[in-house]
């Protein structure tokens, strides 16, 4: 499995960027993508997650409303989209894989641990 995210870049606060993470290796849809951040100096956080069979998502508070994450499974690419951005955005972005059985009631969990396969991040840079 290979992730490759693009789309990172440098944007003034309350601007917009959108983020991709192309994926390739899976055989089905039985995965989930996330999002997931690290600030200088912080731990890296989960973002957002959603469940490709069927689109489920779950963000972290800090994005809800201001993020989005979608999918488009015929290019097997992940969006993020980011609207309204502060500077404490500012982070590099990775995306992150793992297998979702279908059926799993919950992804959310997948912010926090599971993942198997990482991309080698984007910079997004909110200047004030």
């Known amino acids: 499995v290979q992730l490759v995210e693009s789309g990172g870049g440098l944007v003034q606060a309350g601007g917009s960027l959108r983020l991709s993470c192309a994926a390739s290796g899976f055989t089905g849809d039985d995965y989930a993508i996330g999002w997931f951040r690290q600030a200088p100096g912080k731990e890296r956080e989960g973002v957002s997650v959603?469940?490709?069979?069927?689109?489920?998502?779950h963000y972290v508070d800090s994005v809800k409303g201001r993020f989005t994450t979608s999918s488009d499974n015929a290019k097997n690419t992940v969006f993020l989209q980011m609207t309204s951005l502060k500077p404490e955005d500012t982070a590099v972005y990775y995306c992150?894989?793992?297998?979702?059985?279908?059926?799993?009631?919950?992804?959310?969990?997948?912010?926090?641990?599971?993942?198997?396969?990482w991309g080698k991040g984007t910079l997004v840079t909110v200047s004030s």
């Open positions: 992150a894989a793992a297998s979702l059985p279908y059926g799993t009631a919950f992804v959310e969990y997948l912010l926090h641990y599971g993942m198997n396969y």
């Open positions: 959603i469940a490709i069979s069927d689109g489920r998502t």
